[in-house]
């Protein structure tokens, strides 16, 4: 991978065996950066998975705001996907006429509580009629924006807390989108409940990341995505 300086993704090889552990033990991504969403869009097309293994998708969408743009799309014959939906003030939900084969909860928006419960209820619906391996659930949170802005940020902490909690004991892999700037005060706050802070930009270079690994105090540096 190339970095902003020219001198490519320091000690990569540990790097590439950290991003191996992410995978096999359970982990959870927060995806930030106050960019376009087509940053977002790519950043989420890779940690939902491809290839030719089984996923269990999960897809979660908090009313009022969206960042990836990534629609739910039709299951292979070996997938299973999933959406839980907050309604929004109307009372409609997103993501209406999903493709076949996508089940759907829709929930209140007014409390964070029946949003929990719904993906931890999810959650387990896969682990009980799959015998999942590592990284076989991906989880696509979309977004946390919303929540802060209509909730107390310890609610929204702790309902945090529980999702990505429940996405490790699965050996899963959850991301979610957080479209604001790395130095702000809801990243800095959130940032203890994640295995790694995933920055996304658009620039005239085209789409970049920089992964910073927390338990390890680095980063890769700005990177192609």
């Known amino acids: 991978m190339r970095t902003d300086h020219g001198g490519g993704v320091p000690d990569s090889t540990a790097f590439a065996q950290t991003l191996s552990s992410l995978k096999q033990e359970g982990s959870n991504i927060l995806l930030v950066g106050r ?13 939902l998975g491809d290839g030719d293994d089984p996923r269990r998708r999960l897809y979660v969408y908090a009313s009022g705001n969206e960042s990836c743009g990534v629609p739910p799309t039709a299951p292979r014959a070996d997938d299973s996907a999933h959406v839980v939906a907050q309604s929004t003030d109307d009372g409609d939900a997103s ?3 999903l493709p076949d084969g ?3 909860t829709v929930v209140s928006n007014d409390l964070l509580a029946s949003l929990g419960a719904e993906v931890i209820d999810a959650i387990a619906d896969y682990d009980g009629e799959y015998d ?4 076989e659930l991906r989880l696509c949170f979309d977004s946390v924006t919303p929540l802060l802005r209509e909730h107390k940020s310890e609610n929204v902490f702790r309902l945090l807390h529980m999702v990505t909690s429940r996405v490790r004991e699965v050996d899963g892999m959850g991301h979610f989108h957080l479209p604001l700037g790395r130095d702000s005060d809801y990243v800095h706050l959130l940032e203890p409940l994640f295995d790694a802070i995933v920055e996304v930009r658009e620039c005239e270079d085209g789409l970049q990341q920089r992964w910073n690994l927390r338990d390890k105090g680095t980063d890769t540096g700005w990177v192609d995505l």
């Open 35 to 47: 960019t376009s969403g087509e940053a977002h869009h790519a950043a989420c097309e890779r940690l």
């Open 95 to 97: 993501h209406d006429g």
């Open 102 to 104: 996508i089940e759907k």
């Open 132 to 135: 999942m391996a590592p990284a």
